[in-house]
Every structure is written in C-alpha cells, then in structure tokens.
C-alpha cells in the first residue's frame, strides 16, 4: 500500500486549497514575482495558474526593470490565456485604438490621459483618440488649488467614472486615483503615528474654529488656540491653505472604519514655548528696557506683546503719566508701540510686570492686582476657547452671552440645535431662560464683535468637514455605472 507522508498531505491540502481562489476579470489583485523573463514577468496568484504581465510594464528606462523576484506587485484581471492570467497595471492612452478606454471602464482601471485644454467646468483630456473631459474639482486631491497652466501638457493617471454615447461622452476623475493612493498609506500611517510625534502636514482647509491638515492620508485638525502662541483672532492671520508645515500630534482616536478618525493637532507645541527661554534671556531681567505693542486695554491696565506668545501688563498706576487717570484709554490705543520696563517676571504664572518709560524710582515694586483683576486677566476671552457665561438677552435671532471678562457675545439661533417643529424663537426663549448659565466657545473674535457657538454644534460642524463625499457631477451625472464586469467570474 502507497504511503504518504507529512508533506504530501500538505501540497494535496495548498493545492485544493488553490481551486478554491476565485480572480474575477477587472478585480484589482495582488501577488508576488516568481520569475522575470525576457518579455514577461510570472506571477504568483494564489490560484492554480499564474499571472502574467508584459515586462515592458516595469522597464526603468536603463534595459532594466523596476521589481525583482520576490516582491508583490498590485494588477488588475483581464481574463486568461494557454499561458495563465493576463494581467496589466493600467491601460495605456496611447493605444492605436479606443477598445482600451471602454475596457478600462468596464474593469474600473486607471487610464493614462494628457491635459490638452481649459473648458467650462473642468479640462479636456486626450486618451488615445478620445477626447474625454475632468471636471476641475477631480483634476487633484481635495483642498487642492492650482492655476490651470501647472495641469495643461502633463500626463497624468485617471478613473473613467462615465463612459456613454459609444465612447463620445467620457468623464474622468483624477481625484479617486490619488484618493485611492492616500488610502493605502492609511494602514501604515496608523501604525507609525503616536501621540506625542512631531510630523510634517500640507493645511487643506481653513475654518473660523482652526486648520485641518493633511500627514499624508490621514487628516487632522488643529483647534485655533494651538495654531500660535500668540492670541489671534482667525486661523488666516497665520496660515493660509497650501502651506507646510511642522506640527505635533495630541491625540489619536481610530474608529472601526479606516477612513475616519480623529487627529488632534499643534502647530505651536511642534514649536518652543517662548515662555521657556524668558529665564535665561537677558533681556527679561528685572529693570531691562524693552519695546512692545499695546494688544489688549482693560479697566485697570495695558497688555503689551513683547514678543509672539509674550505679553507683559502694565497697571493702570504705572503707565508713565504724572496724574491718576480714569482709564488706560485715555492715554494709550490698541496697536501702539511704547517703550516699557520690566518691574518683574513669574514664568510659572506666565506674568510680566511692566511700567511704560522709566519707573519713578528704582525700588518700584509690581502693583498689587485686586482679586477681580486677577479672574479677568485669567478669564480674558480667547478664539477658540470654551468658557462659561450667562444669558444676558433673548432675541429672535440668537442670545447675548455676557462673559467672564465683562463682554458680550452673540451666539446665533443658526449655532442652537432646536426642535423641529413649532415656533424656534418661542423654544429658544423656553430653553435658554435669561441669566441662566451656558457653555459655549468662541468661534471668532472682530474688533468688539465675538461670535459664539455652543460645543456640541461645533463637535458636528467638526464632523462634517471631516467628511469629504467624493462628487464628480460637476458638469455631467457621473458614476461608475452599473455595467457587469468586461468578462464573467471565473474560478481557478
């Protein structure tokens, strides 16, 4: 009786094991080079025949080839032959004919095309001796704006997402190709980031709340109170869409679904906190003679921004005038430049004590701030920051907000998720009775004009700008089609 042995049952067991692995033509599949020869390159499916590719597809431009044996190549199915599974890694446009560009419809392959022109709503394109057209917003990756002549003459990889009227009405998107890209460093990206890293990131977008900005396939936002050490009004004063830039990782949250998360991130912690340097720098020492700008005026003092990120105040008592005066206002403006002198430094409390001009004696001591001024520096209202305050007026369109340090917001009916149904003025009225407390952040900030919304709208909003829907009806009802596959399924 013939005998088997370990290994026998093992090659039986891979081998019914490879009938079972079914390749559908048009799948896109992946496997590794088990052998380059003159004109093909044989690859490992999986499957009980190999896959074949034509060698040309690899060439380095030098009589070599771009893979070697051993590494895994991603191709699309295009059916079989005698000598396997014929397989190609995208269709040419440059084909005699235009077979190619239905067959790359049908299998959902990238086709190579060049940007001939400018046209309403988007770019012609020539594949082959199809002249087809990509609208501007699938031209390049979202929030990616260039100037046409930087597209027009270059050749570039495209999804043809209609094809109809035999070929005489094509629309192309570029976008899917480099959404696809993005996708696949998604999994690595994953792996690699960690709280705490500094990585470098492209801002894609721009919001009154902060910045979203793009590590390469994966999102994140940074919330306007860590776009600068400095206190700014808008993101646009510091950045602008584009724009790279170094940037620290404060949180990661994956979900189940790999195209959403959430990235929290900081462009000013990915820089040194000037407060750091201030105790070795000799220019901070008590009685140094400093220049700065009057930022802010409040009842009892000027704060004045010595440097991005530091600013120092100088009590009412200690502006430089002879007399008593009943208001900082009376003899400084916001945006003016004064000579100053330091009275003393707390870095741990992030304090600066300054006297406008020369203090009247040498012994001239920091002035003692009163319990309320103290809270009002504390609680001085910021772009971008969550804080407590009170119902000060109900209108039909919104509520004043008294804050903390004294001023007034506006935090508008279009920021307050209300019932549906009903009179809204009449449920706002009901739900946020006056003097009653409320959370809310501040959205923006306009000279004496702060715009407020509530946490929980701008969680959404948040949400919302994270999602990008792939659109590409720009000028015509584009999809992928419902069209079966170019061949039927076939199990090898």
Known sequence: MEQFNENDFGKMFEAQERQKVQIRPGAK????????????????????????????????????????????VEAFCMGWSDDGIKLQTKVSGGQETDAGVEDAFNAKMPIEGKVTGERKGGYTVQISQTEAFCPFSQIDG????????????????????????????????????????????RAALRETLAEGDLVNGTVVKLMPFGVFVDLGGIEGMVHISEISW????????????????????????????ETRERVSLSIKQAQTD?????????????????SGKVTRISSFGVFIELEPGVDGLAH????????????????????????VTILG?????????????????KAEEPAELSLEE???????????????????????????????????????????PLPEGGLQVRALYRLYPLRSKIEV??????????????PETLEKEQELERETPINVKDSADASFGTLDDLFSGIEL
């Not at 093909?40 to 044996?69: H, M, N």
Request: charged letters at 30%; one cysteine or more.
């Open 29 to 72: 599949i992946s496997g590794k080079v088990i052998m380059i020869g003159k004109d093909t390159i044989f690859v490992d499916l999986g499957a009980r025949a190999d896959g074949i590719l034509d060698r040309q597809d690899f060439d380095d431009g030098k009589g070599g080839c771009t893979v070697a044996e051993g590494d895994i």
């Open 142 to 185: 979202r929030g990616v704006r260039k100037e046409p002549v930087e597209y027009i003459g270059n050749t570039y990889l495209f999804k043809i997402t209609e094809y109809a009227e035999e070929g005489r009405n094509v629309v192309l998107s570029r976008r899917l190709i480099l959404e696809e890209e993005a996708q696949k460093s």
């Open 230 to 257: 400095s206190r700014i009004g808008s993101p646009e004063e510091v950045v602008h869409e584009g724009q790279e830039l170094r940037v620290k990782i404060l949180k990661l949250e994956w979900g189940d679904d």
């Open 274 to 290: 000037p407060w750091e340097l201030i105790p070795d720098a000799p220019e901070y020492a008590v009685g140094s003679k400093r």
């Open 316 to 339: 009412i008592s200690q502006l430089g005038v002879d007399n008593r005066v009943e208001h900082p206002s009376e003899v400084l403006q916001i945006g003016e430049q004064v000579e």
């Open 345 to 361: 430094v707390e870095t741990d409390r992030k304090r600066i004590s300054l006297c406008i001009g020369e203090p009247k004696s």
């Open 374 to 416: 103290e809270q009002e520096i504390i609680s001085q209202a910021i772009a971008g920051q969550k804080i407590e305050g009170e119902i000060e007026s109900q209108k039909p369109f919104g509520l004043f907000v008294k804050l903390p340090d004294g001023r007034t917001g506006l935090l508008h009916i279009s920021q307050i």
């Open 441 to 454: 952040v501040i959205r923006e900030i306009d000279g004496n004009r702060i715009s407020l919304t509530l």
